[in-house]
C-alpha cells in the first residue's frame, strides 16, 4: 500500500509547528489588503482620524478578554479529539477564508461582487468535476453547509414537480380525460416539453401551479381530475438520513410523515429492492415522489449507500416506463472521497463504485466545512445540469441588471452570502488538489487511522467494534459476552460520561434504534450473545480525521493513550454500573 503522507504545510499542527510560514502567509495577506488601499484612487485625499486612544483601549480590552475565552474552546484541532465531524482546518483554506474575509464581498450578486461570484463559480466547477459531474454542464453553490444545501434540493425537485403537476392537471382539465397523479408527476423533460407544446400557452399552466396559486385549491382540482384525493409527495430516505430531512418535509410544509423511511440491508446500508419497493407503494398510493435520497457517508457511522444500485434501478424505471425520479445523493460528509484513487484498496470495491455513481444523481449535497478541512460555514448544492437549478422565479429590481445575466439570489435560498467558503475551497483545488495525492492523501490517512484504532481497541476485553466500518468513523459499544443489552448500553453510557468529564481524550455518542437499524443492532448484540432486550444500542463513535492519525510514527505513539484512556473508562463504566446494581431499589 502507497504511504499516507501529509502534504506538507498543510495545518497549522497541534504545537503550532507552521506558525512562521502562515504568518508569513498572513502578512501576504494584510499587505496585500493594505496596500491595494494604498494605491486605488490615488488622486483622493480624504484622511480618516486615527483611531483614538479610548477606543484602541477597550478594542484592546475586549479583544484580550475574546481571545481569553477561545482558548478554552473546545480543543478540535489535536488528535486527541475524536468527537464530531470537526477538526484542524487546511492551512491554504484558512488562507483562502481569511483573504475573503477582508474584502468581504457578498455573493448575494456579480454586481456586489464581480471576483467574489467568479471564484465560486471556479470553486464549484472543482467540486463538480471532484464528484464526475462535466464541469461545464454542472450548476450549484455554497451554502452555510448541507442542512441548507439539502434544502435548496428539495427546492429544485419540487420546481420540476410542481410543473409536471400543474401541466398534467392542465391538460386533463382543458381534454376533459381522467389524471394520472404519478405519471405526470415523473414524466420525463422530453414527454414534458411535448405536452407543453401541446397545451399551447404557458400561463395554463402557471394557472395550475401549486406554488403560485393556493395549494389547498390545487389539491381540490387534482382530487376532481384524478377521481381521488391528492395527498401530496413524499420524500424516500433510508432510515440512517441525516435530520435535515425531517426538517426539509417540515419547511417545505409536506408533513413530517411525508419523509418516508427506505430500509437498511443487513450492513446497514441503503436497501435497493426495499426502496422500489417504497417507490412501488408511492405509486400504489398515487402520491408523487419529490426525491429519492441516498447517502454516500452517514452522519453516524460514515457509511456509503449503494449508489450504483440506486440509480441503476431508477435508470431502469425511466427506461422501461418513461418514470423520472428525482436522485439525490446527500454526500455532506462524504463526497470528498471522491477524492481517492479509483482503485484506493482502504475502500472496499462496492463502496468506490458508489461513490464512482454519484455523478448520475440530478443532486448532490457536499460540505466543505466537513472533509474538505475548510472554515465554517461552507457547505455545496451541485446539480447536473442547468435544467435542474431551476426554482421559482422572482423579481427584485434593486439587484438585477440585465447585462449581468441571472443574480446569483435567484437561485439561493439564503440572501446575503459571503464568499468565504469559495475562496477556501478554491484555494484548497488549486494548492492540494482534489486527487489522490492531494487531499485524497489526508483522506486516506484518516480511512488508515480509523483501522488502526480499530485493531488496536478490538484487543481490549469487553471492546465489541460495529462492523463493517467503511471510511473513517468506528463504532463500538462495551459488553461482556451474554450481557443484556440495555447492561451494555449502560456501561457503554458511562463511558462516555467518563470521556467527557477528562480533558485528554474526545470521543462522541450515538444512538442506533432497531426502527432504523434493525439487522445491523441485532448483529452488533449477536457478537457478544447479549440479550436484545432493548431497541436501542448505544456507541462510543471515533471520527478521524486529524492529519496526525495518517502517520505511522505519530499513530505508535498516539494509540497506546488512546488504549490507555479506554481501560481507564471501561472500569469507570463498570464500576459506576456495579454500583448501581448494588443500590436498594
Ligand atoms: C453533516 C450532514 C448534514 C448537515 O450538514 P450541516 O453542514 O451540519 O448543515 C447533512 N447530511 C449529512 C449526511 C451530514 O453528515
Keep these: 500500500m502507497r504511504s499516507s503522507p501529509v502534504p506538507p504545510g498543510c495545518f497549522l499542527g497541534p504545537k503550532s509547528e507552521n506558525a512562521a510560514w502562515l504568518r508569513d502567509q ?205 395527498r401530496g409527495p413524499v420524500i424516500i430516505a433510508p432510515g440512517h438520513r441525516h435530520y435535515s430531512w425531517i426538517k426539509a418535509a417540515n419547511v417545505f410544509g409536506l408533513g413530517e410523515a411525508a419523509c418516508w423511511t427506505a430500509p437498511l440491508d443487513a450492513d446497514g446500508r441503503l436497501d435497493a429492492e426495499g426502496l422500489m419497493a417504497c417507490i412501488r407503494r408511492a405509486r400504489a398510493e398515487h402520491r408523487p415522489i419529490l426525491m429519492v435520497v441516498g447517502v454516500a457517508g452517514t452522519t453516524e457511522l460514515g457509511a456509503i449507500d449503494p449508489v450504483d444500485k440506486v440509480a441503476g434501478r431508477l435508470e431502469a424505471l425511466r427506461e422501461a416506463e418513461d418514470l423520472d425520479i428525482w436522485l439525490h445523493v446527500d454526500a455532506a460528509y462524504g463526497g470528498f472521497f471522491c477524492t481517492l484513487a479509483a482503485d484506493e484498496p482502504r475502500l472496499a470495491p462496492e463502496r468506490r463504485r458508489a461513490l464512482a455513481a454519484i455523478r448520475r444523481a440530478d443532486s448532490v449535497t457536499v460540505d466543505p466545512h466537513k472533509l474538505g478541512y475548510v472554515p465554517y460555514a461552507c457547505g455545496a448544492l451541485l446539480v447536473r445540469d442547468s435544467s435542474r437549478d431551476a426554482v421559482s422565479s422572482f423579481a427584485a429590481p434593486y439587484v438585477e441588471r440585465a447585462e449581468l445575466g441571472e443574480a446569483p439570489w435567484t437561485r439561493t435560498l439564503e440572501g446575503s452570502r459571503p464568499a468565504t467558503g469559495a475562496a477556501a475551497v478554491w484555494m484548497m483545488g488549486r494548492s492540494v488538489g482534489f486527487g489522490p495525492e492531494g487531499l485524497g492523501a489526508v483522506l486516506r490517512g484518516a480511512i488508515e487511522g480509523r483501522a488502526a484504532i480499530a485493531e488496536a481497541l478490538a484487543q481490549l476485553p469487553d471492546v465489541r467494534l460495529l462492523e463493517p466500518a467503511d471510511t473513517n468513523i468506528l463504532c463500538f459499544s462495551i459488553a461482556a459476552e451474554g450481557e443484556a443489552l440495555s447492561a451494555a448500553n449502560a456501561r457503554t453510557s458511562a463511558a462516555h460520561a467518563w470521556f467527557a468529564a477528562s480533558p485528554n481524550l474526545s470521543l462522541s455518542r450515538t444512538v442506533l434504534g432497531t426502527e432504523s437499524a434493525p439487522d445491523l443492532v441485532r448483529r452488533h448484540v449477536r457478537s457478544f450473545r447479549g440479550r436484545m432486550e432493548s431497541d436501542r444500542l448505544v456507541l462510543l463513535r471515533c471520527v478521524v480525521m486529524n492529519p496526525l492519525w495518517g502517520e505511522a510514527d505519530a499513530r505508535a505513539r498516539l494509540l497506546p493513550q488512546l488504549v490507555s484512556e479506554l481501560r481507564s473508562a471501561i472500569d469507570a463504566g463498570a464500576e459506576a454500573a456495579g454500583r448501581r446494581a448494588a443500590a436498594p431499589a
Design 26 to 230: 498572513l502578512d501576504v495577506v494584510f499587505d496585500a489588503w493594505f496596500e491595494g488601499r494604498r494605491r486605488r484612487f490615488p488622486g483622493d485625499d480624504a484622511q480618516l482620524a486615527a483611531t483614538d486612544a479610548g477606543t484602541c483601549r477597550r478594542t484592546a480590552e475586549s479583544l484580550h478578554a475574546l481571545l481569553a475565552a477561545l482558548d478554552q474552546e473546545v480543543p478540535t484541532y489535536t488528535p486527541r479529539y475524536l468527537g464530531h465531524m470537526v477538526s484542524d482546518p487546511a492551512l491554504p483554506a484558512l488562507l483562502g477564508h481569511v483573504a475573503a474575509l477582508l474584502h468581504n464581498p457578498n455573493n448575494t450578486s456579480r454586481e456586489a461582487a464581480k471576483v467574489g461570484t467568479a471564484i465560486e463559480a471556479e470553486a464549484i466547477a472543482m467540486l463538480a468535476r471532484m464528484i464526475g459531474y462535466d464541469p461545464s454542464a454542472a450548476r450549484g453553490h455554497f451554502t452555510s453547509g448541507g442542512t441548507v444545501a439539502n434544502l435548496e434540493a428539495v427546492w429544485r425537485a419540487r420546481f420540476r414537480l410542481d410543473h409536471r403537476l400543474a401541466l398534467g392537471l392542465a391538460l386533463a382539465e382543458a381534454e376533459g380525460r381522467p389524471l394520472d397523479v404519478f405519471a405526470a408527476a415523473h414524466m420525463t423533460e422530453a414527454r414534458f416539453q411535448e405536452r407543453l407544446a401541446a397545451l399551447g400557452e404557458e400561463a395554463a399552466m402557471r394557472a395550475c401551479s401549486g406554488v403560485l396559486n393556493n395549494p389547498y385549491e390545487i389539491a381540490e382540482r387534482l382530487r376532481r381530475a384524478s377521481g381521488r384525493p391528492y
